[in-house]
């Protein structure tokens, strides 16, 4: 079992950066591919991005590509997400995720560990 809780969500201005951290606990959490989803009011849940169990492999939703940067602490059990030049856009509630299969997916049913998300807010 693994269990995934993140941070670092919160509110701010067009333009600026926010990092958000996701802790995941689980003795087999290193081996999993890691990633983000995020779901915006009133939109269905979409892929952000993933960065795979040996951190050589990254993939980007095209809508953050060169915005976002993806990482992940195998010490510390921890993956981030960078997020620079946030656009109003960009609001949603933020899912860290996982999956067992350690592929490199972008469907919502690819993941079988899922965070309880965060929220990010960007104003205009």
């Known amino acids: 079992q693994v269990q995934l809780v993140e941070s670092g969500g919160g509110l701010v201005q067009a333009g600026g950066s926010l990092t958000l951290s996701c802790a995941a606990s689980g003795r087999t959490s290193s081996y999993y591919t890691l990633g983000w989803f995020r779901q915006a009011p009133g939109k269905e849940r979409n892929f952000v991005a993933a960065i795979s169990w040996s951190g050589d492999r990254t993939d980007y939703a095209d809508s953050v590509k060169g915005r976002f940067t993806i990482s992940r602490d195998d010490g510390k059990n921890t993956v981030n997400l960078r997020m620079n030049s946030l656009k109003p856009e960009d609001t949603a509630v933020y899912y860290c995720?996982?999956?067992?299969?350690?592929?490199?997916?972008?469907?919502?049913?690819?993941?079988?560990?899922w965070g309880q998300g965060t929220q990010v807010t960007v104003s205009s």
């Open positions: 995720v996982a999956d067992s299969l350690s592929l490199m997916r972008r469907n919502t049913y690819d993941y079988d560990y």
